[in-house]
C-alpha cells in the first residue's frame, strides 16, 4: 500500500492548512500512520501519529495546535495544523507502520509559514 501526501502550499503565521495522506488500499493495512518533518538543514523529527484504533500522540511541539485524524472510507490520514509558526516551515511526510515493522513511506508535501 502506497503513501501519498498533500495539501500543502503557502501560509501566513497564526494561519492554518490540512494536509492530507492518502492511501492506495485500506489503511487497516498500518497498524499505524505518522506524520513527520524534515526543516531545512534539519533532521526528519516526529509530528504525531494515529493508531489503528484511533489513538492519537501529538508531539509536545505542535501539541494543541496540530490535529491527526483519519477517514478510514477515504483511505486518507489529515494533518490539521492551525496556529501556524515560521518554525513549522518544513517538507511533511507521512508514514505506514506495516505489522512487520516495516514503514511505507509517502512523498512529502511543502509547508512554508511566512508573511
Known amino acids: 500500500v502506497q503513501l501519498q501526501a498533500s495539501g500543502g502550499g503557502l501560509a501566513q503565521p497564526g494561519g492554518s492548512l490540512r494536509l492530507s495522506c492518502a492511501a492506495s488500499g485500506s489503511l487497516n493495512t498500518f497498524v499505524s500512520v505518522g506524520w513527520h518533518r524534515q526543516a531545512p538543514g534539519k533532521q526528519r523529527e516526529l509530528v504525531g501519529v494515529?493508531?489503528?484504533?484511533?489513538?492519537?500522540n501529538i508531539v509536545d511541539a505542535v501539541k494543541g495546535r496540530f490535529t491527526i485524524t483519519k477517514d478510514n472510507a477515504k483511505r486518507t490520514v489529515y494533518l490539521q495544523m492551525n496556529s501556524l509558526k515560521s518554525e513549522d516551515t518544513a517538507r511533511y511526510y507521512c508514514?505506514?507502520?506495516?505489522?512487520?515493522?516495516?514503514?511505507?513511506w509517502g512523498q512529502g508535501t511543502l509547508v512554508t509559514v511566512s508573511s
Open positions: 508514514n505506514g507502520l506495516l505489522p512487520d515493522g516495516r514503514s511505507s
Open positions: 494515529i493508531t489503528r484504533v484511533d489513538s492519537t
